[in-house]
Protein backbone atom coordinates (compact mmCIF):
# COMPACT_ATOMS: atom_id res chain seq x y z
CA UNK A 1 0.00 0.00 0.00
CA UNK A 2 1.01 3.37 -0.34
CA UNK A 3 1.81 6.79 1.61
CA UNK A 4 -0.91 9.30 0.81
CA UNK A 5 -1.44 13.39 2.40
CA UNK A 6 -5.05 14.73 1.40
CA UNK A 7 -4.63 18.44 1.68
CA UNK A 8 -7.54 20.56 1.79
CA UNK A 9 -10.43 21.19 4.21
CA UNK A 10 -12.57 19.87 7.12
CA UNK A 11 -15.50 21.04 8.19
CA UNK A 12 -18.27 20.42 10.46
CA UNK A 13 -21.68 19.11 8.47
CA UNK A 14 -24.79 19.75 10.61
CA UNK A 15 -27.62 18.40 8.77
CA UNK A 16 -31.38 19.89 8.88
CA UNK A 17 -33.16 17.12 8.03
CA UNK A 18 -37.18 17.05 6.63
CA UNK A 19 -39.40 15.48 4.71
CA UNK A 20 -41.01 18.59 3.44
CA UNK A 21 -40.38 21.69 3.98
CA UNK A 22 -37.19 21.70 1.76
CA UNK A 23 -38.53 20.35 -1.53
CA UNK A 24 -37.00 22.49 -4.17
CA UNK A 25 -39.68 24.50 -6.36
CA UNK A 26 -39.35 26.01 -9.46
CA UNK A 27 -39.55 29.87 -10.40
CA UNK A 28 -40.74 31.44 -13.12
CA UNK A 29 -36.86 31.41 -15.01
CA UNK A 30 -37.20 27.43 -15.19
CA UNK A 31 -33.38 27.28 -14.54
CA UNK A 32 -33.80 28.45 -10.91
CA UNK A 33 -35.34 26.37 -7.85
CA UNK A 34 -36.04 27.71 -4.42
CA UNK A 35 -36.26 26.08 -1.09
CA UNK A 36 -39.79 24.79 -0.40
CA UNK A 37 -42.28 26.60 1.24
CA UNK A 38 -40.41 28.37 4.08
CA UNK A 39 -41.50 31.82 5.18
CA UNK A 40 -38.89 34.67 6.38
CA UNK A 41 -40.12 35.50 10.17
CA UNK A 42 -41.86 31.83 11.08
CA UNK A 43 -40.51 28.77 12.84
CA UNK A 44 -40.22 25.80 10.62
CA UNK A 45 -40.30 22.51 12.84
CA UNK A 46 -38.06 19.81 11.00
CA UNK A 47 -37.60 16.08 11.32
CA UNK A 48 -34.18 15.43 12.78
CA UNK A 49 -30.71 17.01 13.25
CA UNK A 50 -27.35 14.65 12.67
CA UNK A 51 -24.18 16.31 13.23
CA UNK A 52 -21.77 14.98 10.38
CA UNK A 53 -17.77 15.67 9.45
CA UNK A 54 -17.12 16.75 5.74
CA UNK A 55 -14.48 18.80 4.18
CA UNK A 56 -13.13 17.15 0.37
CA UNK A 57 -9.66 16.75 2.27
CA UNK A 58 -11.02 14.51 5.27
CA UNK A 59 -13.34 13.13 2.99
CA UNK A 60 -10.54 11.70 0.76
CA UNK A 61 -8.25 11.11 3.63
CA UNK A 62 -10.82 8.40 5.14
CA UNK A 63 -11.07 6.82 1.53
CA UNK A 64 -6.96 6.20 1.96
CA UNK A 65 -7.53 4.74 5.32
CA UNK A 66 -10.40 3.04 4.67
CA UNK A 67 -8.35 1.22 1.42
CA UNK A 68 -5.86 0.11 4.03
CA UNK A 69 -3.09 2.98 2.67
CA UNK A 70 -1.28 5.42 5.42
CA UNK A 71 -3.29 8.22 4.99
CA UNK A 72 -2.01 11.34 6.35
CA UNK A 73 -4.65 14.48 6.30
CA UNK A 74 -2.63 18.51 6.52
CA UNK A 75 -5.59 20.65 6.97
CA UNK A 76 -6.89 23.37 9.52
CA UNK A 77 -8.95 23.26 12.80
CA UNK A 78 -9.92 25.16 15.61
CA UNK A 79 -9.98 24.61 19.09
CA UNK A 80 -13.16 24.56 19.61
CA UNK A 81 -15.64 20.84 20.05
CA UNK A 82 -16.27 21.34 15.83
CA UNK A 83 -12.37 20.77 15.95
CA UNK A 84 -12.43 17.94 18.26
CA UNK A 85 -15.59 16.22 16.26
CA UNK A 86 -12.73 16.52 13.41
CA UNK A 87 -10.11 14.92 15.27
CA UNK A 88 -12.08 12.04 16.57
CA UNK A 89 -13.39 11.09 13.57
CA UNK A 90 -10.05 10.76 11.81
CA UNK A 91 -8.23 9.13 14.69
CA UNK A 92 -11.21 6.69 14.92
CA UNK A 93 -10.62 5.95 10.85
CA UNK A 94 -6.59 5.49 11.11
CA UNK A 95 -5.91 9.04 10.00
CA UNK A 96 -3.13 10.53 10.46
CA UNK A 97 -3.69 13.88 12.07
CA UNK A 98 -0.27 14.34 13.68
CA UNK A 99 -0.07 17.35 10.81
CA UNK A 100 -3.40 19.03 11.57
CA UNK A 101 -2.86 22.74 12.26
CA UNK A 102 -4.86 24.49 14.84
CA UNK A 103 -5.78 27.87 14.45
CA UNK A 104 -7.03 30.91 16.45
CA UNK A 105 -10.53 30.62 14.03
CA UNK A 106 -13.34 28.64 14.63
CA UNK A 107 -13.36 25.06 12.68
CA UNK A 108 -15.43 25.47 9.55
CA UNK A 109 -18.79 24.74 9.47
CA UNK A 110 -21.96 24.11 7.26
CA UNK A 111 -25.56 23.78 7.60
CA UNK A 112 -26.78 21.76 5.31
CA UNK A 113 -30.71 21.68 4.38
CA UNK A 114 -31.78 18.04 3.26
CA UNK A 115 -34.73 17.33 1.28
CA UNK A 116 -35.49 13.64 2.13
CA UNK A 117 -37.88 13.19 -0.54
CA UNK A 118 -35.19 13.98 -3.35
CA UNK A 119 -31.93 13.94 -1.49
CA UNK A 120 -30.85 17.16 -2.75
CA UNK A 121 -29.97 19.35 -0.30
CA UNK A 122 -28.73 23.65 -0.01
CA UNK A 123 -25.19 24.05 1.87
CA UNK A 124 -24.93 26.91 4.33
CA UNK A 125 -21.07 26.84 5.05
CA UNK A 126 -18.63 29.07 7.15
CA UNK A 127 -15.69 27.89 6.22
CA UNK A 128 -13.69 29.11 9.15
CA UNK A 129 -10.41 27.53 9.88
CA UNK A 130 -10.76 26.25 6.59
CA UNK A 131 -10.95 29.48 4.59
CA UNK A 132 -7.23 30.25 4.62
CA UNK A 133 -4.43 27.99 3.58
CA UNK A 134 -1.38 29.72 3.84
CA UNK A 135 0.06 28.82 7.32
CA UNK A 136 -0.03 24.94 5.54
CA UNK A 137 3.66 24.17 4.88
CA UNK A 138 4.92 22.12 2.21
CA UNK A 139 8.28 21.04 4.09
CA UNK A 140 5.62 18.88 5.88
CA UNK A 141 6.13 16.01 2.77
CA UNK A 142 9.82 16.23 3.53
CA UNK A 143 9.35 14.15 6.71
CA UNK A 144 6.12 12.47 5.45
CA UNK A 145 7.72 11.06 2.26
CA UNK A 146 4.73 10.45 0.71
CA UNK A 147 4.11 8.51 -2.80
CA UNK A 148 1.44 10.80 -3.54
CA UNK A 149 -0.80 13.97 -2.63
CA UNK A 150 -4.19 14.77 -3.06
CA UNK A 151 -5.22 18.14 -3.34
CA UNK A 152 -8.67 19.29 -3.30
CA UNK A 153 -9.38 23.40 -3.48
CA UNK A 154 -7.46 25.34 -1.43
CA UNK A 155 -9.70 28.13 -1.33
CA UNK A 156 -7.66 29.60 -4.59
CA UNK A 157 -4.88 30.13 -2.57
CA UNK A 158 -2.16 29.68 -5.62
CA UNK A 159 0.92 30.49 -4.20
CA UNK A 160 0.38 27.26 -1.01
CA UNK A 161 -0.75 24.80 -4.14
CA UNK A 162 2.21 25.75 -5.89
CA UNK A 163 4.44 25.10 -2.83
CA UNK A 164 2.93 21.61 -2.75
CA UNK A 165 3.31 20.68 -5.97
CA UNK A 166 6.73 21.86 -6.37
CA UNK A 167 7.53 19.77 -3.13
CA UNK A 168 5.69 16.82 -4.47
CA UNK A 169 7.81 17.16 -7.17
CA UNK A 170 11.05 17.65 -5.79
CA UNK A 171 10.57 14.79 -3.74
CA UNK A 172 9.37 12.49 -6.12
CA UNK A 173 5.91 12.47 -5.11
CA UNK A 174 2.90 11.73 -7.45
CA UNK A 175 0.31 14.94 -7.17
CA UNK A 176 -3.62 13.98 -7.89
CA UNK A 177 -5.18 17.57 -8.09
CA UNK A 178 -9.30 18.13 -8.07
CA UNK A 179 -9.60 22.42 -8.38
CA UNK A 180 -12.59 23.97 -6.85
CA UNK A 181 -14.17 27.37 -8.42
CA UNK A 182 -11.45 30.05 -7.22
CA UNK A 183 -8.38 28.13 -8.81
CA UNK A 184 -10.08 27.60 -11.95
CA UNK A 185 -11.01 31.25 -11.61
CA UNK A 186 -7.83 32.01 -11.84
CA UNK A 187 -6.87 30.52 -15.34
CA UNK A 188 -3.69 31.78 -16.35
CA UNK A 189 -2.11 30.45 -12.65
CA UNK A 190 -3.72 27.42 -12.84
CA UNK A 191 -2.46 26.22 -16.47
CA UNK A 192 1.14 26.70 -14.84
CA UNK A 193 0.40 24.72 -12.04
CA UNK A 194 -0.64 21.76 -13.59
CA UNK A 195 3.14 21.12 -15.20
CA UNK A 196 3.30 19.58 -11.49
CA UNK A 197 -0.18 17.47 -11.49
CA UNK A 198 0.16 13.65 -12.10
CA UNK A 199 -3.50 13.62 -12.68
CA UNK A 200 -6.11 16.20 -12.88
CA UNK A 201 -10.08 15.46 -11.96
CA UNK A 202 -12.15 17.95 -13.10
CA UNK A 203 -16.48 18.05 -14.18
CA UNK A 204 -17.22 18.88 -17.26
CA UNK A 205 -17.62 22.75 -17.19
CA UNK A 206 -14.42 22.80 -14.99
CA UNK A 207 -12.89 21.50 -17.67
CA UNK A 208 -14.58 23.87 -20.60
CA UNK A 209 -13.53 26.81 -17.91
CA UNK A 210 -9.66 25.30 -18.75
CA UNK A 211 -9.56 24.28 -22.13
CA UNK A 212 -11.94 24.84 -25.36
CA UNK A 213 -14.20 22.49 -26.38
CA UNK A 214 -18.24 21.36 -26.20
CA UNK A 215 -18.42 17.85 -26.03
CA UNK A 216 -16.10 15.49 -24.11
CA UNK A 217 -13.59 13.83 -26.06
CA UNK A 218 -12.51 17.36 -27.45
CA UNK A 219 -12.27 18.50 -23.75
CA UNK A 220 -9.89 15.80 -23.01
CA UNK A 221 -8.04 15.91 -25.96
CA UNK A 222 -6.93 19.18 -25.06
CA UNK A 223 -6.80 18.31 -20.95
CA UNK A 224 -4.28 15.68 -22.05
CA UNK A 225 -1.56 18.19 -23.26
CA UNK A 226 -1.18 19.90 -19.77
CA UNK A 227 -1.06 16.22 -17.62
CA UNK A 228 -0.10 12.86 -18.14
CA UNK A 229 -3.92 11.28 -16.94
CA UNK A 230 -7.42 13.78 -16.75
CA UNK A 231 -10.69 12.45 -15.89
CA UNK A 232 -13.81 14.42 -16.50
CA UNK A 233 -16.96 13.64 -14.73
CA UNK A 234 -20.29 14.99 -16.52
CA UNK A 235 -22.89 13.46 -13.86
CA UNK A 236 -25.23 11.17 -14.53
CA UNK A 237 -23.79 10.96 -18.44
CA UNK A 238 -20.92 9.09 -16.55
CA UNK A 239 -17.26 10.61 -17.78
CA UNK A 240 -14.17 10.22 -19.64
CA UNK A 241 -10.57 9.41 -19.19
CA UNK A 242 -7.44 8.68 -20.42
CA UNK A 243 -3.94 8.02 -18.86
CA UNK A 244 -1.93 8.85 -22.40
CA UNK A 245 -2.29 5.05 -23.25
CA UNK A 246 -5.73 4.05 -22.87
CA UNK A 247 -9.28 6.19 -23.19
CA UNK A 248 -12.40 5.28 -21.45
CA UNK A 249 -15.80 6.76 -21.92
CA UNK A 250 -17.98 5.43 -19.15
CA UNK A 251 -21.16 5.35 -17.49
CA UNK A 252 -22.72 5.78 -13.74
CA UNK A 253 -21.93 2.58 -11.47
CA UNK A 254 -25.13 1.63 -10.76
CA UNK A 255 -28.98 3.73 -10.53
CA UNK A 256 -29.71 3.97 -6.97
CA UNK A 257 -32.06 6.24 -5.03
CA UNK A 258 -29.85 9.05 -3.57
CA UNK A 259 -30.05 9.96 0.11
CA UNK A 260 -27.40 12.73 -0.11
CA UNK A 261 -25.09 13.77 -2.52
CA UNK A 262 -22.60 15.65 -0.43
CA UNK A 263 -19.35 14.51 -0.71
CA UNK A 264 -20.11 12.06 -4.22
CA UNK A 265 -17.26 14.32 -5.88
CA UNK A 266 -14.83 13.35 -3.35
CA UNK A 267 -16.10 9.76 -3.20
CA UNK A 268 -15.15 9.56 -6.96
CA UNK A 269 -11.59 11.34 -6.97
CA UNK A 270 -10.09 9.94 -3.80
CA UNK A 271 -12.12 6.50 -4.74
CA UNK A 272 -9.98 6.18 -7.74
CA UNK A 273 -6.43 7.31 -6.40
CA UNK A 274 -6.95 4.91 -3.62
CA UNK A 275 -7.68 1.63 -6.29
CA UNK A 276 -4.53 3.32 -8.50
CA UNK A 277 -2.25 3.46 -5.80
CA UNK A 278 -2.82 0.03 -4.54
CA UNK A 279 -1.63 -0.81 -7.83
CA UNK A 280 -5.14 -1.53 -9.50
CA UNK A 281 -5.15 -1.25 -13.20
CA UNK A 282 -6.54 2.58 -14.80
CA UNK A 283 -9.54 0.55 -16.06
CA UNK A 284 -10.72 -0.67 -12.60
CA UNK A 285 -9.66 2.48 -10.64
CA UNK A 286 -12.11 3.99 -12.58
CA UNK A 287 -14.87 1.40 -12.04
CA UNK A 288 -14.32 1.59 -8.07
CA UNK A 289 -14.53 5.35 -8.48
CA UNK A 290 -17.96 5.29 -9.66
CA UNK A 291 -18.96 2.53 -7.68
CA UNK A 292 -17.76 4.64 -4.56
CA UNK A 293 -19.18 7.93 -5.42
CA UNK A 294 -22.18 5.75 -5.63
CA UNK A 295 -22.36 4.26 -2.33
CA UNK A 296 -21.66 7.84 -0.85
CA UNK A 297 -24.82 8.91 -2.03
CA UNK A 298 -27.18 6.19 -0.83
CA UNK A 299 -25.88 7.30 3.03
CA UNK A 300 -26.32 10.27 5.08
CA UNK A 301 -23.04 12.54 5.19
CA UNK A 302 -19.67 12.67 3.42
CA UNK A 303 -17.97 10.02 4.72
CA UNK A 304 -20.34 7.25 5.53
CA UNK A 305 -20.79 5.09 2.42
CA UNK A 306 -17.68 5.07 1.61
CA UNK A 307 -16.10 1.85 0.25
CA UNK A 308 -13.20 -0.45 2.02
CA UNK A 309 -11.38 -1.45 -1.45
CA UNK A 310 -12.39 -5.22 -1.18
CA UNK A 311 -16.20 -5.28 -2.24
CA UNK A 312 -17.22 -7.71 -4.99
CA UNK A 313 -18.56 -4.67 -7.93
CA UNK A 314 -20.49 -6.06 -10.61
CA UNK A 315 -19.98 -4.82 -14.09
CA UNK A 316 -20.65 -1.37 -15.27
CA UNK A 317 -20.57 0.70 -18.18
CA UNK A 318 -17.11 1.48 -19.24
CA UNK A 319 -15.57 0.96 -23.53
CA UNK A 320 -12.02 2.11 -24.50
CA UNK A 321 -12.04 4.57 -27.31
CA UNK A 322 -9.60 5.92 -29.38
CA UNK A 323 -8.73 9.42 -28.58
Known amino acids: MARIVAVGSALQDIYLIDHDDFVATKTIDSSVSKLGQIVVGTKVDIDRVSFEIGGGGTNAAVTFARHGHDSIYIGNIGHDPAGDAV ?6 EGVDTSYINHVRSKTGVSVVLLDTKSGERTILTCRGASGKF ?20 LRGDMDTLLSFFEKAHEIGCK ?24 ILLVNK ?17 HLSNYVPTAIITSGSMGGI ?20 TTGAGDGFGSGFLAHY ?36 LHPMPIQEIDL
Open 87 to 92: IDVLND
Open 134 to 153: NNLDSSDLDMIKPDWIYVSS
Open 175 to 198: VMFNPGKLELDSDKKLKGLLEDVD
Open 205 to 221: TEASQIVPGTILEELLS
Open 241 to 260: ATDGKNTYRFGIYEDVPVKD
Open 277 to 312: AAGHSFKDSLIFASANSTAVVEKLGAKAGILYGDEE
